[in-house]
């Protein structure tokens, strides 16, 4: 069964840092793209970055470009989204997705199939 399992939230201050992973079971990553999309209260879900297959390409919404990294560990099936200078308005429950892909590109988009359950993130003083 495929299973993506996303970890690593929690309360942070603003201007901290926290690294986000999501675990794959049941499938391998290599040929899958990857996506971390995020929902605060009351506001749609927002795609905020993706990692192609391979990692060789990566994108970023403006709202989090130059602080939040992504990154793949294949040999791990394991994506991460690091994620530093937070503020309060990244507070959100963060979600990762992937979607079968032999492109070395990737897009930001909600159309990805499969979805993890949901991390929290609170930055907050």
């Known amino acids: 069964q495929l299973q993506l399992v996303e970890s690593g939230g929690g309360l942070v201050q603003p201007g901290g840092s926290l690294r986000l992973s999501c675990a794959a079971s049941?499938?391998?990553?290599?040929?899958?793209?990857i996506g971390w999309f995020r929902q605060a209260p009351g506001k749609e879900r927002e795609g905020i970055s993706c990692?192609?297959?391979?990692?060789?390409?990566?994108a970023y919404a403006d709202s989090v470009k130059g602080r939040f990294t992504i990154s793949r560990d294949d040999a791990k099936n394991t994506a991460y989204l690091e994620m530093n200078s937070l503020k309060p308005e990244d507070t959100a429950v963060y979600y990762c997705?992937?979607?079968?892909?032999?492109?070395?590109?990737?897009?930001?988009?909600?159309?990805?199939?499969?979805w993890g359950q949901g991390t929290q993130v609170t930055v907050s003083s």
């Open positions: 997705a992937t979607r079968y892909s032999l492109f070395r590109s990737c897009v930001i988009s909600p159309s990805y199939p499969n």
């Open positions: 049941g499938f391998t990553l290599d040929y899958y793209a």
């Open positions: 990692i192609s297959t391979g990692g060789s390409s990566t």
